[in-house]
């Protein structure tokens, strides 16, 4: 059994490695906030959440438009689908509450087995109720081909042979067994069978008239240990086969439960996150989804997320169309919202690759084939390299993984060498990544650079400007607006602010 509701033809695997970039991605988009929402405290949700997260960047259309079914199926029915989940809990606990064992020994590992596959079989039979009572409610492919499933494998034919066999393997009357001579007249190929009906009628039976072919009987004395032990012997080769069976039996069971519950997960994860961003009045959509080769990206009302889950102030939102523009450069106003404007584009994208809602009331971009941010770092202290040589590399490793179609974010980079310098290696890193395909949001203070691709604009139609907003009085709007590149970043503005009480700021002494 499968449950495939992340995927059409396949299961999570989780022992799937994360893409090299991730840590860059959980540090730089303030990941690990968005999924704390997502888990609400459970380990294992954040876990599951941040392995689909970070694994869903490839250019798969259809499995984005498969889960976003599912989740749509998800959103509908929340209660439905976390008792779904918590039914996945209890049938897994079943294996932590069964008698453990610490030889194995055939008899403990049916009996333990039997003890599991009871549990497991009310929980079979819940779940197949739930098949049969809610299947019409859901839409998606994910979860009709579940409920199928599960009425065709756990028919009530089926489910009451289980029960039957569970019954006859409590051995209460004992355990019927075969057995061959070989070589040597040593016992071979022994075999649990069994027990024969009974024959007549009960009475004829009460009273020992019962037809039975002939047998006959041996008694151990109470104090044989070496014959007890060797019946025993032969009581345990004979069960060696059925308990096998029986382990794999559950084995196959428990593993159902475990994936359902993994991929259930993501899914519980979604819903957290929505309940929480909805409960602060803020908007979800689910995204249009183009292919990578339509290099399309526009939306209204775009926030991050992540911001939004830490602050009680409102959030601004931004609007932007961006469709065929493969180079966006953001300049403007110091502390005007260009990092959680580049933030919210990362975790959209990341949000709508994995098949999920965005943050933004409208919201349409292609896929990319992978995501990588370049953010600044702090100054290492051990001071084994210089800030500039520790950017150089980490760009050298996103050139070596970048492929054409891919989302790069580069906030505030190159900026620990000068203006002349920084922009010059800047705009031949980037001026190759764009020709190369690659779709690049750059946020930068060099102004040099910026201007020099501004020059360039109406031969270079697939370049966006953008600028923080910055009103006369001197305050942020935290939006941003079409507009060419300032050569300033205003922060005589931050200036007076903090030292509003102190001599009036001039142009000749800021400069």
């Known amino acids: ?41 459970d380990r294992f949700l954040f876990e599951v959440a941040r392995r689909v997260l970070l694994s869903s960047l490839t250019n798969d259309l259809e499995t984005v438009l498969y889960r976003q079914a599912v989740l749509k199926d998800c959103l509908r029915q929340p209660a439905l689908i976390r ?27 049916l009996m333990r087995s039997v003890q599991i596959l009871e549990q497991l079989l009310a929980v079979l039979r819940r779940l197949r109720a739930l098949a049969d009572e809610r299947a019409e409610t859901f839409d998606s492919e994910g979860f009709r081909e579940l409920w ?28 019927l067994l075969s057995a061959r001579l070989g070589q040597g007249n040593k016992g071979r190929d022994y075999t649990m069978r069994r027990p024969a009906a009974p024959q007549g009628t009960w009475f004829a039976r009460l009273l020992g008239l019962g037809g039975r072919t002939a047998s006959y ?54 819903l957290n996150l929505a309940e929480e961003l909805t409960a602060r009045g803020l908007p979800i959509c689910f995204p249009t989804v183009a292919s990578p080769e339509e290099e399309q990206r526009s939306f209204e009302g775009l926030y991050d997320p992540a911001l939004a889950l830490t602050q009680s102030t409102p959030i601004v939102a931004n609007d932007c169309q961006a469709d ?10 110091n502390r005007g919202g260009k990092s959680t404007f580049l933030r919210s584009l990362g975790l ?45 590399s980490r760009l050298s490793a996103i050139v070596d993984q970048v492929r054409p179609r891919a989302l790069l974010l580069l906030n505030e980079s190159l900026a620990a060498t000068n203006e002349r310098e920084g922009s010059e290696l800047a705009r ?82 800021l400069a």
């Open 348 to 392: 959209a994208q990341l949000l709508l690759q994995s098949g999920m809602f965005v943050p933004a009331r409208v919201f349409r971009a292609s896929l990319c084939s992978g995501l990588f941010t370049h953010f600044r770092r702090r100054e290492d202290a051990a001071l084994r390299r210089g800030k500039l040589e520790e950017e150089l």
């Open 428 to 509: 031949q890193i980037v001026t190759a990544l764009v020709e190369h395909g690659v779709t690049v949001c750059y946020v930068t203070h060099l102004y040099t650079l910026a201007h020099d691709f501004a020059s360039q604009r109406e031969r270079r139609p697939e370049m966006l400007f953008l600028r923080a907003e910055r009103l006369p009085d001197g305050r942020r709007t935290f939006r941003m607006v079409e507009g060419e590149p300032e050569r300033t970043g205003h922060a005589r503005d931050l200036y007076a602010r903090v030292f509003a009480s102190a001599s009036p700021v001039t142009e000749e002494r």
């Open 217 to 270: 009987t041996f008694h151990i004395p109470e104090r044989d240990e070496a014959g007890a032990r060797a019946l025993t012997e032969l009581r345990n080769r004979g069960l060696n086969q059925v308990a096998n069976a029986l382990a794999r039996s559950t084995e196959h069971i428990l593993s159902f439960f475990e994936l359902l519950r993994r991929e259930l997960a993501f899914y519980v994860g979604c």
């Open 324 to 333: 065929g523009k493969r180079l966006i450069i953001i300049t403007g106003a």
């Open 1 to 41: 059994m499968k449950a495939h509701l992340l995927y059409r033809d396949r299961d999570l695997d989780s022992a799937q490695p994360l893409p090299s970039q991730a840590a860059d991605l959980i540090q730089d988009l303030a990941l690990e906030t968005l999924l704390g929402a997502m888990a609400r405290g």
């Open 148 to 175: 199928a499933m599960l009425r065709r494998e756990l028919s009530d034919a089926y489910l009451e042979r289980i029960a039957q066999h569970l019954r006859e393997l409590h051995l209460r009357h004992g355990v």
């Open 83 to 109: 008792s779904l989940y918590q039914l996945t809990i209890e049938a897994l606990e079943s294996e932590r509450k069964a008698t453990f064992i610490f030889f194995k020994d055939p008899g403990l590992i």
